[in-house]
């Protein structure tokens, strides 16, 4: 599998910090008067912040890539600076990556001994950082922060007249913006779903979305959509997602969503379940099948 990612040539970046803004999944910041990419496992190689680099900074490469390794990559921050760790360990926080930063934490705790800063002062940035964290994201938008949504389970006599209740159980959804390895993929049973699905059938949450992880994308409309083939690789072979039903509107453009699927299936290394859920647009269900 190779993914694409984000490549800042420090020599040419001057710490501007007009690219954080247009990074959709959080993962640049501005650290030490450069532009650095703090976590690369967060970003998806949409490369919304090139054009925004007024010297050509930014570039996108490409390069094999292997399963998340949390030690792997605190080492590598290591390298960079006591200011680069406490920005990829409050990054971790600040996306519920519970089980990483703990991974983290427990390395340089057995390895504090080498390290080149004061283990205790990066503990103390870190947490008063989180019991500080406002509803903003890590770049500014608090429309792309990560979020689990607990709800109270519904009760069963719901009647006529009363609304139903959400099921959707995190946040975000859509398919450029969501990191496939994140705690509530992870296992879990995946709906892959069209933009429209959800606008046709009245009961989208009760008989489709309930116990399950979302993402959404429109085959039609969505740009740079090779990007949503890695993703699945990464939800098939990473999260190791349990089951994944698609669900798609009777046009014959929403079949691309079963398309990207298909091809990720042919390079993961996991075999999953897939179910192929076909709405009208009158938001019926005309035909359901395991393939």
């Keep these: 599998m190779i993914r694409e990612v984000v490549k800042i040539d420090e020599e040419l970046c ?19 008067g450069k532009a650095r990419l703090i976590s690369d496992f967060m970003c998806d190689g949409l490369g919304a912040c090139i054009g925004h680099c007024p010297l050509g900074a930014i570039s996108i490469e490409k390069r094999p890539a292997v399963p998340y390794d949390e030690i792997a990559v605190i080492k590598d921050m290591l390298t960079k600076g006591k200011n680069v760790v406490i920005a990829h360990l409050k ?3 600040d996306h519920n990556e519970n089980e990483w930063f703990s991974q983290a934490m427990n390395w340089m705790e057995d390895n ?4 080149t800063f004061n283990l ?3 503990k103390q940035e870190v947490h008063k950082a989180f019991a500080q964290k406002s509803s903003a994201s890590a770049c500014g938008c608090s429309g792309i922060e990560e979020k689990t949504i607990q709800k109270p389970e519904p009760e069963n006599n719901l009647q006529e007249g009363f609304d139903s209740p959400s099921t959707l159980t995190h946040w975000p959804v ?7 390895e994140a705690n509530y993929y992870r296992g879990k049973d995946l709906l892959l779903a069209a933009d429209c699905v959800a606008f046709s059938m009245g009961n989208f949450h009760s008989k489709l979305l309930k116990a399950k992880s ?5 085959p039609k409309l969505d740009h740079n959509q090779n990007v949503y083939v890695d993703k699945m690789i ?12 698609v669900a798609m509107m009777e046009v014959p453009c929403c079949g691309g969503l079963l398309r990207f699927v298909k091809e ?3 390079v993961a290394k996991r075999k999953v379940p897939v179910k192929a859920i076909i709405i009208s647009i009158s938001g019926e269900i005309i035909a359901e099948e395991w393939i």
């Design 112 to 115: 504090k001994e080498s390290l």
């Design 234 to 245: 990464s939800l098939i072979d990473n999260a190791q997602v349990n089951t994944i039903t």
């Design 264 to 266: 990720a299936q042919a």
């Design 14 to 32: 001057n710490g501007c910090g007009i690219c954080i803004p247009n990074c959709h999944e959080g993962a640049l910041q501005i650290i030490d």
């Design 91 to 93: 990054h971790l926080r």
């Design 174 to 180: 859509q398919m450029h913006l969501i990191n496939p």
């Design 120 to 122: 205790e002062e990066v």
């Design 214 to 218: 979302l993402a959404i994308l429109c």
